[in-house]
């Protein structure tokens, strides 16, 4: 009889974990954990930290992670200047750097150590130009910090960016900040509230834009400047300035 208390109390209790952890939505834990994944014919390990959004591999990341390595003949990254805002664990920009392309990774920098962690390990050795990691607080007084002058990209990479957080207006603004004539912004985002329908309307309105791909709730975004500009001598796709030795400007 003993027995058969105990097990029932241990399956109330089971019960009433899942169902805490249910009403937790993502859930976070403390332990650091390990994915592995395959993109680009390549092995990527990336360590996550849950206790943060910024630890944590999002769906939209594996998707627009996809559509990069599936459509690398018509979408090359092969020496493009590509920066990656709100880069969080680092696998679009180590996607994107195994296709060849010269990356700035960027997140605010209390995870900026992961992030260089990540890209670090998954891309000694195996990549045409060793990507960059560097801090960017989304704002709008980016020219002090980030000048247009100097910092010019062919792609702007956003993924899962934009979810229940007060900084939308300044996510904006760090978009049309960067996406200069000759930039082109990919921006992939699973929708989970009337926010992320808000901001991609605005989206809408300040980029020309289409949808390159879709999947359900997730949609992958091609967009590129309403202002008229004349290609620079890089000639298609470049508009990346790079100092007196022709390599990318250090940032």
């Known amino acids: 009889m003993e027995e058969d208390e105990e097990q029932k109390g241990k399956k109330e209790k089971d019960g009433s974990h899942k169902e805490h952890r249910q009403g937790w939505t993502p859930c976070f834990f403390q332990r ?16 996550e930290a849950f206790d943060s959004y910024a630890g944590m591999i ?3 990341a594996l998707a627009l992670c996809q559509y990069l390595d599936s459509h690398r003949n018509q979408l090359s990254l092969v020496d493009k200047a590509v920066l990656e805002i709100g880069a969080g664990t680092g696998l679009l920009s180590i996607v994107a750097s195994l296709l060849g392309a010269w990356v700035t990774a960027t997140d605010l920098p209390e995870v900026l ?7 670090c ?15 960017l607080s989304w704002g709008y007084d980016l020219e002090s910090t980030y000048p247009t002058s100097v910092y010019r990209y062919d792609y702007i990479l956003a993924a899962d960016v934009v979810y229940h957080h007060d900084f939308l207006e300044e996510l904006m603004a760090t978009m049309k900040h960067f996406c200069k ?4 912004l990919l921006w992939a985002n ?8 808000t901001f991609a309307d605005k989206f809408k309105k300040a980029f020309k834009t289409r949808v390159l791909h879709e999947d359900g709730e997730i949609k992958i975004f091609m967009a590129t400047c309403r ?23 250090n940032q």
């Not at 954990?33 to 990336?46: A, P, T, W």
């Not at 390990?121 to 801090?135: E, F, I, L, S």
């Not at 004539?181 to 082109?184: A, K, L």
């Open 32 to 47: 650091p954990d390990k994915e592995l994944y395959h993109y680009v014919g390549q092995e990527i390990i990336i360590q």
């Open 58 to 60: 999002w769906p939209a």
């Open 113 to 119: 150590s992961n992030l260089r962690f990540n890209l």
């Open 121 to 135: 390990k998954n891309t000694r050795g195996r990549c045409r130009h060793t990507p960059q990691v560097a801090p």
């Open 181 to 184: 004539p000759g930039t082109t």
């Open 190 to 197: 699973k929708v989970r509230m009337e926010s992320d329908l």
């Open 227 to 249: 202002e008229d500009g004349t290609r620079n001598e890089l000639g298609e796709g470049g508009c990346f300035h790079g100092n007196k030795d022709g390599e990318p400007a």
